[in-house]
């Protein structure tokens, strides 16, 4: 089975913009989490999405959102980018419990 | 509520020498058990875990984890540190089928001395 795929892998955006970064999950797995993860904070829960539905979110400000397709496929969006959204935002699909993660996509703000 | 506490935000083993990351944990519930390995500008790779049955997991590239209940702990060990090691380890736990979030320990990076 493929993997976890995420998309674009890396990015690069200004101040004040939008970001939208995907995540295809493993074929049947249902859950998608999003994290975020930075040198200072660690890996950080953003938000997980189960059946088109968000079952558990982090603790993170409104501008960070989410979703999810029938098809499993989740994005999340960054509105309002700031200095301090720079990280490697991680996707992971999991099944019974378990967790499997993407590469990544690494976000830059400048 | 779960929480997962690894000791050591950095280790150093010489090559060769038995690698050993502490994990304890704190659950509710009969808990999942998780390593993960993150090697540099990449996502996290399940190393190994832990659900029910047998205590002593075996993991890839030679790593294991015994699962202490009276301990709390899942500690992660390998018998000889290759170079390839060098990665960050983080241990996580979850409820299991019940509830799919997984609550991570904030890693520990381990050092490979030649």
């Known amino acids: 089975k493929a993997g976890v795929t995420q998309t674009p892998r890396y990015l690069i955006k200004t101040r004040g913009q939008q970001v939208t970064l995907s995540c295809s999950p493993i074929?049947?797995?249902?859950?998608v989490s999003w994290y975020q993860q930075t040198p200072g904070q660690g890996l950080q829960f953003l938000f997980e999405?189960?059946?088109?539905?968000?079952?558990n979110k982090g603790n993170f400000p409104g501008r960070f959102s989410g979703r999810q397709f029938s098809n499993s496929r989740s994005e999340m969006n960054v509105s309002t980018l700031e200095l301090g959204d720079s990280a490697l935002y991680l996707c992971?699909?999991?099944?019974?419990?378990?967790?499997?993660f993407g590469p990544g996509t690494r976000l830059l703000v400048l | 509520a779960q929480s997962v506490t690894q000791l050591g935000s950095h280790v150093s083993v010489s090559e060769g020498a038995l690698v050993l990351l502490r994990c304890n944990y704190s659950?509710?519930?009969?808990?999942?058990l998780f390593w993960y390995v993150q090697y540099p500008n990449q996502g996290l790779q399940l190393l190994l875990k832990?659900?029910?049955?047998?205590?002593l997991v075996k993991g890839i590239n030679g790593f294991e984890a015994e699962f202490k209940k009276s301990e709390t702990s899942f500690h992660l060990t390998k018998p000889s540190a290759h170079m390839s090691d060098a990665a960050e380890y983080f241990c996580?736990?979850?409820?299991?089928?019940?509830?799919?979030?997984?609550?991570f320990g904030k890693g520990t990076r381990l050092h490979i001395l030649p």
């Open positions: 659950s509710s519930v009969p808990p999942y």
């Open positions: 992971a699909s999991s099944l019974e419990g378990t967790q499997y």
């Open positions: 074929s049947g797995h249902r859950s």
């Open positions: 832990y659900t029910t049955g047998a205590t």
């Open positions: 999405y189960f059946s088109e539905t968000q079952r």
């Open positions: 996580a736990v979850s409820k299991g089928n019940r509830d799919d979030k997984i609550i």
